[in-house]
Structures are given as C-alpha cells and as structure tokens.
C-alpha cells in the first residue's frame, strides 16, 4: 500500500504560481512512475503530467507544457508540480497518483494504483 497526501493549492489570480506537493508513505516511493491528473466540475479527470520512477523521463498535456514542472525527490519521498502563469482554466481539483505497473509515468489513469484525496486549485480571472 501507498498513502498519498497532497497539499499546496489554494486561491490565485491569473498569472500567478503555485505549488504543489504529494507526499507518499507506505511501499518504496522510489519504485512507482508519479503523475498529476485534475477534474473540474462536471468534466472527468484528467492527466496533467507524469515521471517515471528515477524523474528522468516527464511527459505533460499540451495545454501545460511550459508553465508547470512536475519533479520528484526520492529522499523525502515527495513529488512536487510547480505551476506558473495559472489561467483560469486550471481551477480543479488536483491529484497525485503512483504506478508500480508502469515506472515510466502514463496517460492513463487506469495504470495508477494510489490516489490521493486531492488538493483544490482555483485561479480567479
């Protein structure tokens, strides 16, 4: 088992940063791909970005690419996503997620196998 416990979001105008971290307990963190996902209301979740399991390998949805990094620290068992010039098509609720099915990080939130409870992001216009 894997305990995931994000933290981080909050409230900020367009244009501002914010950061986000997941911290796991439980089974060796170093051992499973992380990825961020996010929903907004009545939308499904989606994948916002992944890394593989040593962080040298990061994917992201388009529509991120350039303004949010997502990273990992294996030591304190953490992963974090930086994100910067928020628009307000970012609010929702966002995710981390582990895989030991795929140590490369995925699209698909099929081939996570924790979840955390989610940490609310609203970017006000």
């Known amino acids: 088992q894997v305990q995931l416990v994000e933290s981080g979001g909050g409230l900020v105008q367009a244009g501002g940063s914010l950061r986000l971290s997941c911290a796991a307990s439980?089974?060796?963190?170093?051992?499973?791909?992380m990825g961020w996902f996010r929903q907004a209301p009545g939308k499904e979740r989606d994948f916002v970005a992944a890394?593989?399991?040593?962080?040298?390998?990061?994917d992201y949805v388009d529509s991120v690419k350039g303004r949010f990094t997502i990273s990992r620290d294996n030591a304190k068992n953490t992963v974090y996503l930086q994100m910067n010039s928020l628009k307000p098509e970012d609010t929702a609720v966002y995710y981390c997620?582990?895989?030991?099915?795929?140590?490369?990080?995925?699209?698909?939130?099929?081939?996570?196998?924790?979840w955390g409870q989610g940490t609310q992001v609203t970017v006000s216009s």
């Open positions: 890394i593989s399991w040593s962080g040298g390998r990061t």
């Open positions: 997620a582990a895989s030991y099915r795929n140590l490369y990080g995925s699209r698909y939130y099929g081939e996570y196998d924790y």
């Open positions: 439980g089974r060796t963190f170093s051992m499973h791909a």
